[in-house]
């Protein structure tokens, strides 16, 4: 199963963007690229996901480099509630199973 | 509704106990997971439920007994446990194709925390 690597923590100004970054260089062909944040004292959620093009949605978008060896997740305006630890997974299409591996996570601060 | 919801919230049991963890949707949901969490770690693939049935068990000690009686209730039945199995035990659930691939997105319960004494 490919791997991804994150940096353990981050710190982001309230207001401003947060570029959080994932390298995923054993990403093969048909690996989706997922993002999800866990808040604090609750599950994981959903944030988005894309294959090879950049995705926008109301929460986030995500930068997927031409090789697809690295991605970006981008919050355009970081708030308190952004707090969290993200995740960033690969997720096979083709292989018929349904499994996470989630990363380490970066863990965001955001200062008021 | 789109909620998974898991019970008991917090769990103490005895290294003899028998328990089990229960979560629930009602989001017409066919898969169903459940990820095991220690403190400042990501979360770890346990078991996953297609269709009902069992088709992924990730190595878990038999002690771990996972049950999906039907479509909308996923159960682990806890029994022996030792104090290094205390951790957040989050369970989650996805559509699935009619080919049974799942969908994109997996949706999460708050988690039930255990400690094990």
């Known amino acids: 199963d490919a791997k991804t690597t994150q940096p353990n923590s981050m710190e982001s100004n309230e207001e401003e963007p947060v570029h959080l970054p994932c390298n995923h260089s054993?990403?093969?062909?048909?690996?989706?690229i997922h993002w999800y944040r866990q808040l604090p004292s609750q599950g994981p959620e959903y944030v988005i996901h894309g294959l090879t093009s950049n995705v926008n949605n109301r929460m986030a978008s995500l930068a997927i480099a031409e090789d697809r060896k690295s991605s970006t997740l981008i919050l355009h305006r970081a708030t308190l509630r952004d707090a969290a630890v993200y995740y960033c997974?690969?997720?096979?299409?083709?292989?018929?199973?349904?499994?996470?591996?989630f990363g380490t996570g970066t863990r965001l601060k955001v200062l008021a | 509704d789109t909620e998974v919801t898991q019970t008991p919230k917090h769990l103490v049991m005895g290294m003899t106990n028998k328990k089990s963890l229960k979560c629930e949707q009602h989001?017409?949901?066919?898969?169903m997971y459940w990820y095991k969490q220690k403190a400042k770690k990501p979360p770890e693939l346990m078991f996953v439920y297609s269709y009902e049935k069992l088709s992924i068990n990730e190595s878990v000690p038999s002690r771990f007994s996972p049950e999906c009686p039907n479509s909308s209730l996923l159960n682990l039945h806890l029994h022996a446990l030792q104090p290094e199995d205390s951790a957040l035990y989050l369970c989650a659930s996805s559509q699935l194709s009619p080919r049974g691939r799942s969908y994109n997105e997996q949706f999460f319960g708050p988690g039930t925390r255990l400690t094990v004494l």
């Open positions: 989001m017409g949901h066919r898969a």
């Open positions: 997974i690969l997720r096979p299409s083709t292989s018929g199973t349904y499994k996470y591996i």
């Open positions: 054993t990403i093969s062909g048909t690996d989706y």
